[in-house]
């Protein structure tokens, strides 16, 4: 299957930049992981997903991000649109590469503390 998704949510992605509401995010990264990710597998997420969008779409390796800026986020967006199209049409990666994580399990591994600790 695929899907199609805005040059904002794929750039959000693959410069790590938030280009795109924080639903974009969460649509993007749950399609293509296969996931119903929580914040804190955010991260691992992106890094799964990036590659697999570069191979869909290797153009995409030829964006500038010099002049990407917390003040010129927007216009830049708007020029990559001009060049690149309003959307990405992507395939999920393959259930075979998948890699999912019990999300509470991933974050006990990420503080190494128990999550809820049971006073006595």
């Not at 708007?78 to 399990?105: A, C, W």
């Amino acid at each position: 299957m695929i899907k199609e998704f805005s040059l904002g949510q794929v750039l959000s992605v693959t410069t790590g930049r938030l280009l795109c509401g924080m639903d974009g995010i969460y649509d993007i990264l749950n399609y293509m992981t296969g996931e119903d990710l929580m914040t804190h597998q955010l991260p691992r997420a992106i890094g799964q997903v990036k590659p697999y969008i570069y191979q869909q779409s290797p153009l995409l390796r030829m964006i500038n991000e010099s002049n990407l800026n917390e003040d010129t986020w927007q216009e830049w967006l708007n020029e990559q649109v001009e060049l690149f199209g309003k959307s990405v049409l992507l395939r999920s990666i393959p259930k075979e590469k998948q890699d999912h994580k019990d999300p509470i399990e991933e974050l006990k591994q990420m503080t190494n503390k128990p999550i809820i600790e049971v006073q006595k």
